[in-house]
Nanobody, 116 residues
Framework: EVQMVESGGGLVQTGGSLKLSCTAS????????MTWVRQAPGKGPEWVSA????????YYTNSVKGRFTISRDSAKNTVYVRMNSLKPEDTAVYYC?????????WGQGTQVTVSS
C-alpha cells in the first residue's frame, strides 16, 4: 500500500522559512511527476506546486511564485518544497501526491502555521 509521508511543518512567524519533505512507502518518488497541495482551515484544497519526473520542469501557483521552490532527490526518494517569506495566508495543511493526484495516495499532511 502506497503511503505519502509529509514532514517539516511547524509554527513560524511572518517572513520565516520552512522546508517540507515528502517521501513514500511502497513507491519510488523518482518514477512520477509529483505535486504539493495545501488546505487551509475552512477552505478547499489548493494546488501549490508540481515537478516533473526528471526535475527539469517546475510549476507554481501565482501566490507562491518567487517564494517557494520545489525540488526532488531521487536517491533519497524524497520531494521537497522550500518555503521562504511565509505569510499568514500560507497557513494550511500541506500534502504531497503524484501528479495528477490519486485519491488513495493522500497522506496525513504536515501543518504549517504562520503567525502575524
Amino acid at each position: 500500500e502506497v503511503q505519502m509521508v509529509e514532514s517539516g511543518g511547524g509554527l513560524v512567524q511572518t517572513g520565516g522559512s520552512l522546508k517540507l519533505s515528502c517521501t513514500a512507502s511502497e513507491f519510488t518518488v523518482g518514477d512520477a511527476d509529483m505535486t504539493w497541495v495545501r488546505q487551509a482551515p475552512g477552505k478547499g484544497p489548493e494546488w501549490v506546486s508540481a515537478i516533473n519526473r526528471g526535475g527539469s520542469n517546475v510549476y507554481y501557483t501565482n501566490s507562491v511564485k518567487g517564494r517557494f521552490t520545489i525540488s526532488r532527490d531521487s536517491a533519497k526518494n524524497t520531494v521537497y518544497v522550500r518555503m521562504n517569506s511565509l505569510k499568514p495566508e500560507d497557513t494550511a495543511v500541506y500534502y504531497c501526491n503524484i501528479n495528477p493526484p490519486r485519491r488513495d495516495y493522500w497522506g496525513q499532511g504536515t501543518q504549517v502555521t504562520v503567525s502575524s
